[in-house]
């Protein structure tokens, strides 16, 4: 049994559904499920540590019957022990470490290491999943550009030279089929960087209307969407760039996007205060609204 030594090729960052690869490892990965790592795959795996983009939908088949793939993780391996998901030890990209997806296939599955396996992730789940990842980029964006006047104090900028609300108060990212959820804490430090949290709250359908414009605005723009990759292995940085009216807007993403902002016909955002444990936390939630 051999852990491979080098990152797992990714084929998904460039759109690619289906994949044919060599199994290079199988182990048993708990809860009844197999780990399947190949030397390539197109199926997007959820990240470890920013766990925004859930994993795609699909199959794997080697030489007898097709297996749902039930999830898929990203791993890692100093070449010594497996580890999936948030048992990884190290940072992504760590030196001497291999960065790997993890098919998660049921135990009793008929794939084993040395097999031809041909990867297939559905195309309405991507999609689906694309389109609410290409909103939440758009979204956050807009959400700075409309809070840009509540800073009193300098704050870094974001892609489009804005203060990076997002940035800087993001908690949480949830990418959903044709939607995201993103929260963001509206505590004393941010308070402190000079946000000024208070005015905020008494005027969220505002800040509704203004996201929203400026969403419109960019959808009407019909900017061009695409990742740009460092290399073609899991840990190699990507990002998401859009070809904005403002300029090229460039955010660090390890997921999968629309081509354009022309497949979309909106993106409506909704704003909402909850209370957790005492600190205040904006939720932004936005669904997308697909052209065909
Ligand atoms: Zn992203």
């Not at 291999?98 to 998660?104: D, G, K, Q, R, T």
């Not at 789940?125 to 409309?146: F, K, Q, V």
């Not at 969220?204 to 019909?222: E, F, P, T, Y």
């Amino acid at each position: 049994m051999t852990l491979p030594s080098h990152d797992t090729i990714v084929t998904y960052p460039a759109g690619d559904l289906s994949a044919t690869s060599r199994v290079l490892h199988v182990e048993p990965a708990g809860d009844g499920r197999l780990a399947v790592i190949t030397e390539h795959t197109s199926f997007h795996p959820v990240d470890a540590a920013w766990p925004d983009q859930p994993a795609d939908a699909g199959t794997m088949r080697a030489a007898g019957p097709t297996h749902v793939i039930r999830d898929a993780v990203v791993a890692a391996t100093d070449g010594e022990t497996l580890h999936l998901g948030a048992d990884i030890p190290v940072r992504t990209g760590t030196e001497g470490w291999s960065f790997l997806v993890a098919h998660l296939v049921d135990e009793d599955s008929a794939i084993a290491e040395g097999d031809e396996v041909a990867i297939e992730a559905d195309a309405a789940t991507r999609r689906a999943l694309s389109a609410g990842h290409t909103a939440c980029h758009l979204a956050a964006l807009a959400l700075n550009r409309a809070l840009a006047d509540r800073w009193s104090k300098p704050a870094r900028d974001d892609a489009l030279g804005n203060p990076d609300f997002d940035g800087i108060a993001i908690e949480s990212s949830r990418i959903v089929a044709n939607g995201s959820v993103d929260r963001y804490r509206l505590n004393k430090s941010l308070r402190r960087a000079g946000f000024d949290t208070a005015s905020l709250q008494g005027d969220l359908d505002g800040l509704r209307r203004a996201v929203a414009d400026q969403l419109d605005g960019w959808i009407a723009s019909g900017a061009v969407v695409r990742v740009e990759r460092d290399g073609e292995g899991l840990a190699d940085r990507r990002a998401w760039v859009c070809e904005l009216p403002e300029g090229t807007a460039r955010i660090p993403c390890g997921g999968t996007h629309l081509d354009s902002l022309t497949e979309l016909s909106a993106v409506l955002p909704r704003f909402e205060l909850v209370d957790d444990g005492g600190t205040p936390v904006l939720e932004m939630t936005c669904g997308a609204r697909l052209r065909h």
